[in-house]
């Protein structure tokens, strides 16, 4: 399946005239600084990325057809595929550095067109800007062309990324004036102009007024450890509009501004706040009898999962079923033990060629060859992500990116 075809510009003129005026008013888009944009000629933005349609945004808000790099998983189904075509978007697999897809964005620019990149790598879970990928510098020096910074303000406290259910709210998008590097322009340089036009803390912008219901709903993929008493998995939603940890029994109500306060106080904090406390390199400790078939003697657990079902992927975009079981993380490896006593399938780090989470559910490793994919209706993703990160790092093992 070639992924990777000639732009077809009439497509996402013909969709925009319908959904442009829709998305506009729908999402209470506003555009600032859109004079800032080169009317002719290429040249690439850098944005933040909160919201699962960024990419929609910034396209309704431009007139001028844009390129953008987008996750594969969009381009599974024939009928999206179409669409996320006709829209400028073209795939890369995410988590690490997809030559093919870096390749093409490199011909699209020397042809003439804008491109979009999201130097994060992916959307943040807590509202604020996640660091830059230090390849992004490598990419603007190759393409030589002006870049523009883009940040948008309210997009995610219109949907976080955690949340089961999108909210109503102002989103504004801000457009920089371009700016060219010069050749001996160091990494340095670029990134810290990149940090500086992108970042954003949508837990402390101003907001007139949100619509929406259950604010609570999905936040545990967020706090997988209670603020609290420190238990992992503690936290349940109660209500929508709450969440209780099931060991201390303490309760904390939530508001459409990702603010929580706990029962009883008057004060209202970010839930940014208590999201920064979830993860302390101490307390990321071995688990204790974790029911790992096989470890090595010295072999250590720090996360085992309840019940998660691993897919494959023999052929993209084909997924199948493998099975469902636990998954453990060693200081080595992951390791997927199936529930029906069948033969334990080992991961180890040096074969893992980066990591990524999809639909929020789903915990996938880039392999050689082939994807593990492991579903977690029962888990945190956000956990996984964090601390397999924080493990890999301890052991030595990098995973390079855009």
């Not at 729908?26 to 850098?46: D, H, M, R, S, W």
């Not at 990325?49 to 599974?76: K, T, W, Y």
């Not at 800007?129 to 030589?144: E, F």
């Not at 010295?298 to 079981?325: I, M, N, Q, W």
Request: charged share 30%; aromatic share 12%.
């Amino acid at each position: 399946m070639d992924l990777f075809k000639t732009p077809r510009l009439f497509s996402r003129n013909f969709i925009l005239t319908f959904i442009g005026w829709f998305m506009i008013r729908f999402f209470k888009l506003k555009g600032v600084g859109l004079e800032n944009l080169p009317k002719k000629g290429p040249y690439v933005i850098c944005a933040n990325h909160s919201h699962l349609l960024d990419p929609f945004f910034i396209g309704a808000l431009v007139r001028r057809p844009l390129f953008q790099m987008a996750s594969n998983e969009f381009f599974r189904k024939p009928l999206l595929r179409r669409f996320m075509w006709a829209m400028g978007a073209f795939p890369r697999k995410k988590g690490f550095s997809d030559i093919k897809s870096i390749k093409y964005a490199i011909g699209l620019v020397k042809k003439g067109h804008p491109l979009i990149i999201y130097p994060e790598g992916g959307r943040n879970w807590d509202g604020e800007t996640l660091p830059i990928i230090r390849s992004t510098a490598k990419l603007v020096k190759v393409l030589k062309v002006p870049l523009v910074t883009v940040v948008s303000r309210g997009n995610y406290l219109a949907w976080p990324r955690w949340a089961s259910k999108r909210r109503k709210s102002t989103i504004t998008v801000h457009f920089s004036k371009p700016v060219s590097f010069e050749k001996d322009a160091s990494a340095e340089e670029i990134v810290a102009h990149i940090e500086k036009g992108i970042y954003n803390n949508d837990n402390y912008t101003e907001i007139g007024r949100i619509k929406g219901k259950d604010p609570a709903r999905g936040l545990p993929r967020l706090l997988w450890r209670c603020p609290g008493c420190r238990v992992i998995d503690g936290l349940a939603e109660k209500d929508g509009r709450s969440i209780r940890c099931s060991c201390c029994g303490k309760e904390w109500e939530v508001n459409l501004r990702c603010a929580m306060r706990e029962r009883g106080s008057q004060t209202w904090r970010a839930i940014k706040e208590y999201a920064d406390l979830m993860f302390r390199a101490e307390e990321i400790v071995p688990v204790p009898d974790p029911g790992c078939p096989g470890l090595a003697a010295e072999e250590r657990v720090y996360l085992a999962s309840r019940r998660v079902t691993l897919f494959h992927e023999p052929r993209y975009p084909k997924l199948e079923r493998a099975g469902d079981g636990r998954l453990f993380l060693t200081d080595g490896r992951l390791v997927f033990v199936p529930g029906n006593g069948g033969e334990a399938r080992s991961f180890r780090f040096d074969a893992i060629l980066g990591r990524s989470t999809e639909k929020n559910t789903f915990f996938q490793f880039v392999l050689n060859d082939d994807i593990a994919r492991f579903q977690m209706n029962e888990e945190s993703c956000y956990k996984w992500e964090i601390v397999y990160d924080y493990i890999r790092r301890k052991a030595g093992h990098v995973t390079g990116e855009i």
